[in-house]
């Protein structure tokens, strides 16, 4: 019985593991900086995400196909970046969130901005 149950609550955790899908990017500017994910139920805002920039500017963060709509990035700079999470991966690209003119997003076709 015990593991039964085990086996049915690791298939559970691998199956939503296999159905995140994540924003990665590149931000040159926020090396070492936090970034989070925030999400919006009605007018209130919960967190999704949040991950620490490396030191090459790399960061990635997960979301859940229950985690639909519109979300922000937000990281040191506190200038949110908002995105549409619609169960697509997304990619962002740029020097650092508030300085909007150098982000582009690369991948994800309902946030896509081009190179």
Do not use: C, H, R, W
Not at 3 to 16: H, P
Not at 30 to 53: D, H, V
């Amino acid at each position: 019985m015990i593991k039964t149950i085990i086996t049915i609550l690791l298939i559970l955790f691998y199956n939503a593991f296999l159905n995140a899908q994540s924003i990665t990017g590149n931000l040159s500017q926020l090396i070492n900086k936090p970034i989070n994910l925030e999400g919006f139920n009605g007018l209130t805002t919960y967190p999704i995400s949040s991950s620490t920039i490396d030191e090459k500017g790399a960061f990635k963060l997960t979301y859940a196909k229950a985690d639909y709509g519109v979300g922000y990035l937000m990281s040191a700079d506190e200038k949110p970046l908002f995105v549409i999470l619609s169960g697509e991966d997304i990619e962002v690209v740029g020097a650092s969130l508030g300085t909007v003119e150098t982000i582009k997003i690369t991948k994800g076709q309902e946030n896509y901005s081009g190179l």
